[in-house]
């Protein structure tokens, strides 16, 4: 890199170290006092959060990335294009900025004028309103963005539309202004303004900060140290350490493209396909969506809608998280074993590196999940978490210390994560306003209701299947926030519970992101692997088929919702799911450990396993209950007599692998 790029790279880089370190220390100093009302609070946290993120894409379009990735294209190739794009985002900032000040210097006025505000007050909510769409569009893609100005446009005109799809109302052009721009009140683009401001963002800072003390590479040195335990080990360590990167950095597509950099190269490399490999990674970083603290947002954002503590949602979640994990974990062990080209393959683990960095990790997380067990706020318990984790790792010997660099690295991509997830938040509230004001959220709802004839189980699969399709092509928490509006709703007019409904629809968001014919996470891990998009879509549904069962299971079984509180019939339930889980893995690829399956056996296994249990979701009844252990039982009866009669045969079969 030559001297004039290095100097271009910092040039445009400084402005986003700047803005990250204004919105870090402004979260700081409220998490102990308020300097602002709290229309102001919000307005500030919103402007400099788009700041950020223009700043971010000033760097990217600008030229930074280019610059920074050591791109050896002609200086003209790379300046030509982007510099109109920067100056584009240069416009950007300078509206957000003076909207910003706007608003917030008029804040006390608005909040007693609204709805009815000056032409003045529109212009500046029109540039707000304008500047967050295009940053969506640029930040996140077209498709949510465009749903987002559908949404405006309905809100604006819809009215005109034919009766049946009409609004039924002529609303006001200054009405509808105030409340997309969120004047006087917490809507509009600031609807999940105080989720961000007051819950998360501190949250995903101290995953940054994770990242940039080196706890990161713990967790990989970790992952490989399960791994070694077993025969393909790389898919358990690729499993484990997504699972815990996801845990902290709450994404499934960045977790993809982060760790799937890392372990879907090293699975291929030791005999598993590319499918294969892209649709592990893509499993494990989905499923770290469910495991606290950040849970892909959809505990913060659950917590709003339910009103109740951030901590409840996550206990929840513990064993719906469990029997998902455990469902790709036994599907792993069935390709494993129905291959003939993995080996036993150890991988180095630096123990050292272990010993030194997890004891700040675990006693900055442990402070993290005690405060907020004990309902301290999340800015607060994110707060010690910070300095819990920075001050023990300067503990650290030299070799395994983070250097300033790294940590300011590491602070930068927490809060820019958190730029991005806001500036999702701010787009889907002008949606979601206009689905809450116009009423179109509860006609969708009804229109479900109605189609499903007040049937249950029908509801269920059209809540399934519209939750599917709202997912497709956007970010998991506003995929969730739609449902959460427009289905959910529907699912509790059935009979289902608040908890039991939300939990429904967030389980679909998540796997929104895995289903064709989007799929936003599989065309992520393909571009890694450089595998085929139906190929490990198909992949993907192998080996994750029976986790579409778990949302039915605590839709039946409400409790499984409610550990540690659980009676012996949900316990009971719960081990029939992993009994079912084993059994279909092993009858989709005709092989347990140590022993491949006839096809008339696979066919058999399949038919006692999850088609049996699939049957005790929606038959009542004790005896059914115990069908699905009771033929897991006389399977491995008959597995242990076969091995028993071919012990040679298959001590064979081992060698060969």
């Known amino acids: 890199m030559t001297a004039a790029a290095l100097r ?9 170290y700047f803005l990250a370190l204004i919105l870090i220390a402004y979260s700081i100093v409220t998490v ?15 402007t400099l959060i788009f700041l950020l993120a223009i700043a971010d894409l000033a760097w990217r379009y600008g030229g930074g990335a280019a610059i920074a990735t050591g791109v050896t294209a002609g200086e003209e190739e790379i300046r030509s294009p982007s510099r109109i794009l920067f100056a584009f985002t240069s416009l950007l900032a300078a509206g957000m900025l003076a909207s910003g000040i706007y608003f917030v210097m008029q804040a006390k006025t608005l909040e007693f004028s609204q709805p009815f505000i000056s032409q003045t007050d529109f212009a500046f909510g029109a540039v707000m309103v304008f500047v967050i769409l295009a ?30 799809f009409a609004t039924g109302r002529n609303y006001d052009a200054n009405l509808i202004m105030s409340y997309l721009a969120g004047m006087g009140g917490p809507r509009g683009v600031l609807t999940y303004a105080p989720l961000s401001a007051d819950v998360i963002f501190l949250l995903l800072v101290y995953g940054g900060a994770l990242h940039g003390t080196r706890v990161i590479d713990m967790f990989g040195e970790v992952g490989n140290a399960i791994g070694n335990l077993f025969r393909g080990g790389v898919a358990y360590s690729a499993m484990v350490a997504s699972l815990l990167i996801g845990m902290v950095t709450g994404q ?30 893509v499993l494990a970083s989905t499923g770290s969506q469910l495991l606290p603290p950040i849970m892909g947002l959809g505990a913060f954002l659950m917590s709003e809608i339910l009103g109740i503590s951030y901590i409840e949602i996550a206990i929840a979640a513990i064993i719906p998280a469990a029997l998902y994990l455990f469902a790709v974990f036994a599907g792993i062990v069935c390709v494993i074993s129905a291959s003939k080209t993995i080996p036993y393959k150890r991988q180095p683990v630096d123990w050292r590196l272990i010993a030194w960095i997890a004891p700040s990790f675990l006693a900055s997380f442990t402070v993290l999940v005690y405060l907020l067990a004990y309902r301290y706020s999340a800015p607060m318990a994110a707060f010690w978490g910070l300095a819990i984790v920075g001050v023990m790792s300067l503990l650290r010997p030299m070799e395994y210390r983070a250097t300033a660099s790294g940590v300011a690295s590491g602070l930068l991509e927490g809060a820019l994560t958190g730029a991005r997830l806001a500036v999702i938040l701010s787009a889907i509230g002008i949606l979601v306003q206009m689905l809450v004001t116009t009423g179109a959220g509860l006609s969708l709802g009804r229109l479900m209701i109605d189609m499903s004839a007040g049937n249950l189980a029908v509801g269920l699969i059209l809540g399934m299947c519209v939750s599917l399709v709202i997912g497709m092509g956007l970010p998991t928490p506003a995929a969730y926030a739609l449902i959460a509006i427009v289905v959910v709703p529907s699912l509790i007019d059935l009979g289902i519970e608040p908890l039991v409904a939300n939990f429904y629809g967030f389980y679909f ?51 499984v919702l409610a550990f540690p509180n659980l009676v012996l019939e949900t316990w009971a339930m719960v081990g ?23 096809t008339g056996e696979r066919y058999a296994v399949v038919a006692v396993g999850p088609v049996l249990f699939t049957a005790t979701l ?3 009844g004790a005896i059914w209950h115990a069908l699905t252990p009771m033929a897991f039982a006389a399977w491995m009866a008959w597995v242990y007599v076969d091995r028993s009669r071919n012990a040679q045969k298959y001590a064979d079969a081992s060698v060969e692998q």
Request: charged share 10%.
């Open 8 to 16: 271009s790279k910092k040039l445009l880089a400084a402005p986003s």
């Open 32 to 46: 102990w006092t308020s300097l602002t009302g709290a229309m102001e609070h919000y307005t500030i946290h919103v």
């Open 135 to 164: 940053v969506t569009w640029l930040t996140w893609g077209w498709p949510l963005a465009l749903i987002c100005i559908l949404g405006a446009a309905y809100f604006a005109f819809g009215n005109m539309l034919p009766e049946a």
């Open 252 to 281: 499934s597509v960045s977790n993809i493209a982060l760790s799937g950099s890392m372990t879907i190269p090293t699975m291929v490399r030791t005999g598993f396909t590319r499918n294969q490999a892209g649709a592990i990674e």
């Open 509 to 559: 968001a998540i796997f929104s992101t895995l289903t064709p014919p989007v799929a936003v996470g599989i065309l992520t891990a393909i571009r890694i692997s450089n595998g085929s998009f139906m190929g490990t879509a198909w992949e993907c549904f192998k080996l994750g088929a029976v986790c579409f069962l778990v949302p039915f299971l605590f839709v039946a079984y409400p409790n």
């Open 576 to 598: 029939a799911f992993a009994i079912a889980t084993l059994m279909l893995s092993a009858s989709i690829y005709g092989a347990i450990p140590g022993r491949k399956l006839s």
């Open 618 to 620: 929606f038959i009542e």
